[in-house]
């Protein structure tokens, strides 16, 4: 299918998937039956659209996802490939609750205090961004919070779902998901919500916003090269899969990334994350995306080795033993979710079976299917 083609199809999903789960499946169905040429879907299209105005005019305001980064973690700073990808199962939205009742007084404490870091990040650099703070701190006022289900300090994007909405609530001449996302516009938007999700993490790449805002599949070729991707349909009833493992901790974000950049200053860990880190990353990434899945499992296993290796301090104490155990026997193979410390871990099995047997005693998410 030609490239303009494809982007049509991806841009009328990703606005579906924003603003209602069933909708957005029942046009999945459709996206996955063959790559529909646009002559083909133009009727479909016009009804589509007015269906999409009166679904918005009844929701009381768009879901923003959770994330998985299926590779790229900590490779990303030092411009490996990563591709990340939007995770239904947990959501959030801006709602106000005018009770102000305990249960959101945290969420609101924090958007205050969030707030304020904006109106300092537009004064500070007002050719970023700038938002309607009017309306923003009124919001806050009357009671705004985040009513979210993605889990904090687990590595599935909870704060870039967070910095999302509030970009595409409150920013002044916004980039829409409507418009057609040049290059040079998913870069902008990148370096946006990277410093909007600084005020959380310190530092960010800016891509789990990203991820969230457009609820599309990343490819991260390199710092300045993103584009969003198409990856293989998953297979009905299949044995391979792609699972959350729940550390049953939470993690920060901070003094992970903290840690990684202390590493960088020695020559031994630079050399490591270019010759090995790097390397089965990026052949990770085109492996999945090619649906080549035989190798894919022989670079995961190498992956996760390294990472085992050379980033233990990311990787909860009680789980180095579990981490070696799915190498050696090659029921599953682990690595990192996010920047690691707890909360998931990633991992991956050629048989689910298996892997639910030898790790019983721990709850798995299977997030897609080989």
């Known amino acids: 299918m030609k490239c303009h083609q494809k982007k049509a199809t991806l841009f009328i999903y990703s606005f579906l998937v924003r603003f209602n789960t069933i909708y957005s499946q029942i046009f999945l169905n459709i996206y996955l039956l063959k790559w529909l040429s646009l002559p083909q879907i133009q009727g479909f299209k016009t009804k589509i659209c007015i269906f999409i105005v009166r679904i918005i005019k009844l929701m009381r305001g768009p879901l923003f996802y959770s994330k998985i980064l299926l590779f790229g973690e900590y490779g990303i700073i030092k411009d490996s490939k990563g591709l990340s990808i939007p995770?239904?199962?947990?959501?959030?939205?801006?709602?106000?609750?005018?009770?102000?009742?305990?249960?959101?007084?945290?969420?609101?404490?924090?958007?205050?205090?969030?707030?304020?870091?904006?109106?300092?990040?537009?004064?500070?650099?007002?050719?970023?961004?700038?938002?309607?703070?009017?309306?923003?701190?009124?919001?806050?006022?009357?009671?705004?919070?985040?009513?979210?289900?993605?889990?904090?300090?687990?590595?599935?994007?909870?704060?870039?779902?967070?910095?999302?909405?509030?970009?595409?609530?409150?920013?002044?001449?916004?980039?829409?998901?409507?418009?057609?996302?040049?290059?040079?516009?998913?870069?902008?938007?990148?370096?946006?919500?990277?410093?909007?999700?600084?005020?959380?993490?310190?530092?960010?790449?800016?891509?789990?916003?990203?991820?969230s805002y457009l609820s599309l599949p990343i490819l991260i070729n390199s710092k300045d090269n993103i584009e969003p991707a198409g990856i293989p349909s998953q297979t009905?009833?299949?044995?391979?899969?792609?699972?959350?493992?729940?550390?049953?901790?939470?993690?920060?974000?901070?003094?992970?990334?903290?840690?990684?950049?202390?590493?960088?200053?020695?020559?031994?860990?630079?050399?490591?994350?270019?010759?090995?880190?790097?390397?089965?990353?990026?052949?990770?990434?085109?492996?999945?995306?090619?649906?080549?899945?035989?190798?894919?499992?022989?670079?995961?296993?190498?992956?996760?080795?390294?990472?085992?290796?050379?980033?233990?301090?990311?990787?909860?104490?009680q789980f180095h033993k579990l981490w070696k155990k799915g190498i050696d026997s090659n029921a599953y193979y682990l690595k990192l979710c996010g920047s690691g410390g707890g909360g998931y871990m990633l991992g991956f099995t050629e048989d689910i079976d298996k892997a639910r047997k030898a790790l019983k005693d721990y709850k798995l998410e299977v997030v897609y299917n080989f």
């Open 87 to 211: 995770y239904n199962f947990y959501n959030g939205a801006l709602k106000i609750d005018t009770h102000h009742t305990v249960s959101t007084h945290k969420s609101n404490a924090s958007l205050k205090r969030f707030a304020e870091y904006l109106e300092t990040l537009q004064t500070e650099n007002p050719s970023l961004v700038s938002f309607d703070m009017e309306a923003l701190k009124k919001d806050v006022e009357n009671g705004l919070y985040f009513d979210s289900s993605i889990p904090q300090g687990y590595g599935v994007g909870s704060s870039g779902a967070l910095v999302a909405a509030i970009y595409d609530k409150y920013a002044n001449d916004k980039i829409t998901v409507l418009e057609n996302l040049t290059r040079e516009k998913l870069l902008t938007l990148k370096a946006i919500f990277a410093e909007m999700e600084s005020f959380f993490h310190g530092k960010s790449s800016g891509l789990d916003p990203l991820n």
């Open 236 to 317: 009905e009833n299949g044995k391979g899969a792609v699972f959350l493992l729940d550390s049953g901790s939470t993690g920060e974000t901070a003094p992970m990334v903290q840690i990684f950049m202390e590493n960088m200053k020695q020559e031994g860990f630079r050399n490591m994350l270019k010759d090995q880190f790097v390397k089965h990353t990026d052949a990770c990434v085109e492996d999945f995306l090619q649906g080549d899945v035989k190798s894919l499992f022989g670079n995961i296993k190498q992956l996760s080795k390294v990472v085992l290796d050379n980033f233990k301090p990311m990787i909860p104490a």
